[in-house]
């Protein structure tokens, strides 16, 4: 039999049996759209994060900080100029910057507008060696000078904020040149609180030029302002300059030999963060929740298996005179077994794509109304929408997956119904009413 008289024969016995072909075929679509959207929905979360994730840090940075295993070195953990010199000797470590919280810092002002914007020291080579780029102005020079992220200009916010805001709801200030207040909160120390437990912080004045604004980089630099290092230190109340400081951010030259700079880090008793650490962890936890969501699909593609099972042993009890024929005029089980064969097959295919068709359907939806839903939300509390992506997302590889998968699911429910019709005793066959 040839391969056009196998496909005309099959495609002629379905079109016999539209009703039953239809539902059968509609438990496929059922269970191909549980599976394709239960795993899209996974790989739609797992994007999103990934995003977040990336925009709290550059991809390539490892945050350092103290911490607290005895490593029988001289600094036993903590963050000195010795150990930032034995990070730079870390083969494929690019660029070492200290950083120093200001946590004196209650709040900047200007003009009557006021921000709670973070505020760090940083030496400004090293800012530099990171490769920052400004979008305007220079890095400070001066422990009186402030460099601003991307973010804290739409930070400032007034008591009549609504009629000076844009369309995003945020001010718009041009602050580079301007100068900001900052109020610094000095709190007594131990010493202090030895001879006056009573004695109270006091607050302190301190006023910044603002000499330079960063391009937008990632979430954390972009909401954060920048002072040198001994500016810091002034603010925090320190009379001479710390030798320890508050984390360290180590740049590596790719996000290849990020994971193994952060071992070699960690095995100095350090505390390490970044974001390719925390992407790891989170893809082994999704694949695990993609697993669970495919399993709960694959619930509903069985019983279509079952479905199919059952259309194709009751198709025999109809057809049992016709298999004797077919036998009679020399059809050999192969070829009996390869009709049927076909047969589930192609339920198998046309379940599979009117179920990706339904996935895509379904899943173009569900994300038009989540994004109308955050808009919504962040709309009523006067915010700016968040970007993100979509929530349902079907990649190639699914798509190919669902109709191979579908189809393979086709041609198991079939084969011992192909099985028990190639068997047939043609005499037998024959004398079936």
């Known amino acids: 039999m040839r391969f056009r008289d196998l496909a005309f024969l099959v495609v002629s016995n379905l079109r016999r049996m539209k009703l ?27 994007a999103n994060l990934t995003t977040s994730l990336g925009d709290l840090g550059a991809a390539t940075h490892i945050t350092v900080m103290p911490g607290g295993m005895e490593t029988g070195m001289p600094d036993e953990g903590q963050l000195t100029d010795a150990a930032l010199e ?22 900047a002002r200007y003009k009557r507008y006021e921000s709670y914007m973070n505020i760090m020291g940083v030496p400004m080579d090293a800012f530099q060696a990171f490769g920052y780029e400004l979008e305007s102005g220079r890095l ?35 602050l580079l040149g301007k100068r900001l207040d900052l109020t610094l909160m000095m709190w007594p120390s131990e010493e202090e609180m030895q001879k006056d437990p009573m004695a ?7 006023r910044l030029t603002v000499v330079g604004i960063l391009a ?20 925090n109340g320190a009379t001479r300059r710390t030798t320890a400081y508050e984390n360290v951010v180590v740049k590596a030259d790719s996000t290849r030999n990020v994971t193994a700079i952060e071992d070699e880090i960690s095995g100095q008793g350090f ?23 495919g399993a709960l699909g ?7 298996a079952l479905g199919i099972a059952n259309t194709m042993t009751m198709s025999i009890y109809e057809r049992t005179r016709e298999i004797g024929i077919m036998k009679a005029v020399g059809a050999s089980n192969r070829q009996i077994k390869r009709v049927f064969l076909g047969e589930a097959a192609i339920i198998g295919v046309l379940g599979g794509i009117g179920g990706l068709t339904f996935s895509w359907a379904g899943a173009a939806l569900a994300n038009l109304f989540v994004q109308s839903l955050i808009a919504s939300q962040a709309g009523s509390s006067g915010g700016v929408m968040p970007e993100t992506s979509a ?34 005793d043609p005499l037998t066959a024959l004398r079936h009413e």
């Open 20 to 46: 039953r072909l239809a539902l059968t075929s509609l438990g496929v679509v059922i269970g191909t759209s549980a599976i394709v959207l239960m795993v899209s929905l996974g790989i739609g979360l797992q």
């Open 86 to 107: 034995r990070f730079e000797t870390i083969e494929h470590v690019e660029a070492v910057m200290p950083m120093t919280y200001v946590m004196s810092a209650q709040g």
């Open 140 to 174: 400070p020079r001066t422990d009186s000078e402030v460099l601003l992220g991307a973010a804290v200009p739409t930070s400032f916010a007034a008591g009549d904020s609504a009629t000076q805001a844009g369309p995003s709801g945020r001010l718009k200030l041009d």
């Open 200 to 206: 109270q912080g006091t607050e302190r004045k301190q």
């Open 216 to 235: 937008p980089t990632d979430m954390q630099t972009d909401q954060t302002a920048y002072v040198t290092l001994d500016a810091a230190h002034a603010m």
């Open 271 to 293: 505390f390490t963060f970044s974001s390719q650490s925390m992407l790891k962890e989170l893809n082994t936890v999704f694949l695990i929740i993609q697993g669970v969501l």
């Open 298 to 304: 694959a619930i509903a593609m069985l019983v279509a």
């Open 391 to 424: 929530f349902f997302q079907i990649p190639v590889w699914l798509a190919l997956f669902a109709i191979v998968f579908a189809s393979g699911i086709g041609l198991l429910a079939g084969v011992l119904p192909a099985v028990r019709a190639a068997n047939l």
